[in-house]
């Protein structure tokens, strides 16, 4: 129940309530992002340089790198026409609510959380990218700009933590200028006042410590659930467009369901998080893609991330990026979901690491093509790279010092984004081929039905590969390169052959050369590619994307039951889903005709998902490698599964041999429930007696506390 001390409404300018009609497709498949850290782009408004209620912390000589420099909201929405003439149809910005007001300094003139990840208010806008009245203004001018260019917005969202606890505001958090708790301050319980993490890989403190002397965020509490959910609320009314959220390894992953489920439920929208790190090496690794296959939030590739990194700063073969493609391809069920960057705020840039525009070219190119949703860090397409400590944080948040349209990489860009978003949907939905490989060289091929791209890079700088014996899906025919020769490339001539494989005539691929060849097909039924939001509930608006859907409305049918069709287009229709029961089902789209389309995934949960605490006491005991898991009667609780994949945790012993989990759960159900040891060999051992009942509640949060039954 939420604190009747807070009471969370947002207010909105009657005009900018018209925003919420724009039209935000929840197939992210198809976009291009730009990250931008809001303070380092461009200076629009010098009137917010150094506000009165957080003075003292603006470096107008850009020599402080831990101060703000400038950049804000007005300054992004004055330069959007260079944004979209990059091709760039969706733009991520710095966290954008208020943070802490004061130097942190150690060492240092300034310290200053120009980075935006220290909040202090998530009800009011930063002064420093806005006003000193933290009012909404500015970011709803900069959303009506984006969306009349038909660039997205995405936010990023720091759902852990509030501000440093042991300085500046020692972690304050205040509801709309109320103050509400600190550090030192907290009867409500808030925050969890725990050490800092010292183990990365333990489950309880990844989730429940403090990371890096952030106060760390209690979303079990009823009020800081309502109190984060309402803020991004607030935001989607203002007209975001996403979320990408920060840390969520380090958020209560179970309450991170609900949180979900509460954005989709209030307006359509993409999430997708920073799970630090999700590579297949990583001992959390089936933790991370089990999230990520569950939840409907999407996760940052930092797989791909290293393995691009490796390949074109350090040479390594590119066997690295086809093995790691491959197993997350096999593990992650939305694969073409996943956020795949090179280049981030919080790592040195490609260039610092190999001062090589060719290799820039190259992973951008690789980026651009491969599976996933490609992000691009302003000052990329300018070359732009600090190597101060070797381009760390923060030397790799550079000033956006130049904005010039006409470099190799700001065209390369604007081609592959025209080719992802309106020429060929194999780059959005189609899946992933490696076609030939050496250390050197790549080939890979992107397939959706009869849409082909195939794509060959040599990172050489010096060597020329001599390629025969290439296969593709493309048609036979002769292929000139796409991107004109931008980077080298020249022709490509292919002769039939069957089942999808098309010998090429033999090529040389020259030196630090891109070229990408590609065939558009018409399809004869309808296809499906996409499906947004993947998890949801009877009534919730769901988008499916592909092509040739017809311009005369269809059918989308969840077994023999159909949903009710909202809009539909060719390559789009909007839907709500029916009231059919909980579990996981092939949905099938049909035309007009009734032709019928590929099925595609979307798992029905029995009603709006409520964050719901469970704990056994005195379980049995587990050995190194064996969990307690908790199963039950609906789909949130794994209908009964008994794996890792499918039961529900693994749940926390912070205090052996008690468990506790945090799960998200159908508000007003009566589910049952019971709990379950899974051995590190698989080996299933469930507790006794009848199966332990419980009603969630209709709102709020919950919790359960029973002992083991012997």
Known sequence: ???????????????????????????????????????????????????AQSA??????????????????????????????????????????????????????????????????????????????????AFNNLVTAAHSNSIKVIVDFANNHSNYNAGGEFGALYNNGVFMASDSNDPNGYFHHNPNIADYNDRYQLQYY????????????????????????????????????????????????????????????????????NNPSDPLYHDAYKFANKSGIGELDFGVNTAVRN??????????IDGNISAENSNFAWNNDLVTFFDSHDESRLLTLNNNNNRLHEAMAFLLTCRGIPVILYGDEQYLHNDTNNGNDPYDRVWMSSFNTGTTAYQLINKLATLRQSSNDALAYGGFQQRWINSDVYIYERRFFNDVVLVAIN???????????????????????????LLGGSGLTVTSGSGGNNPANNFTLPAHTVAVWQSAGTPSAPEVGSIGPTVGQPGMKVTIAGKGFGASTGQVLFGTTAST??????????????????????????NNSGTAANTIQFTVLTAQLIPVTFTVNNATPTNVGDYIFLTGSTIELGNWGTTFETAVGPMLDPNYPNWFLNASLPAGAQVQFKFIKIAANGTVTWENGSNHQYTVPSSGTGSVNVNWQY
């Open 1 to 51: 129940m939420t604190s009747p001390r807070f009471r969370f409404v947002p207010v909105f300018t009657a005009a900018f309530l018209a925003l919420i009609c724009f039209a935000r497709a929840q197939d992210f498949k198809k976009q291009v992002i730009y990250q931008i850290v809001t303070d380092r782009f461009f200076n629009g408004d010098t009137t917010n340089d150094n506000p």
């Open 56 to 137: 003292g912390l603006f470096d107008s000589t850009k020599t402080n790198w831990f101060a703000y420099w400038g950049g804000d909201l007005a300054g992004i929405q004055q330069k959007m026409l260079y944004i979209k003439g990059m091709g760039v149809t969706a733009i991520w910005i710095s966290p954008t609510v208020d943070n802490e007001n004061l130097n942190m300094a150690s060492g240092t003139p300034i310290s200053a959380p120009y980075h935006g990840y220290e909040a202090r208010d998530f009800m009011r806008v930063e002064e420093h990218f806005g006003s000193s009245s933290n009012s909404w203004t």
């Open 210 to 277: 403090t990371l890096v002397g952030l106060e760390d965020l209690n979303q079990e509490n009823a009020t800081i659930d309502s109190y984060l959910k309402t803020a991004m609320h607030q935001f989607q009314t203002h007209g975001a467009d996403g979320f990408r959220l920060d840390a969520i390894k380090h958020v209560t992953w179970g309450w991170e369901y609900s949180l979900a489920n509460s954005v989709f439920n209030q307006s359509p929208s993409f999430l997708f998080g920073e799970w630090y790190n």
């Open 311 to 320: 390949v074109f700063a350090s040479n390594n073969n590119f066997s690295e």
């Open 459 to 485: 990172k050489n700088d010096t060597t020329g590969y001599a390629i025969s014996g290439l296969f593709t899906a493309l048609p036979a025919g002769t292929y000139s390169d796409y991107l004109g020769g």
């Open 565 to 590: 069709v909202q809009t539909w287009s060719d390559t789009s229709v909007t839907f709500t889903v029916p009231s059919v029961g909980n579990g996981i089902y092939q949905v099938q789209l049909k």
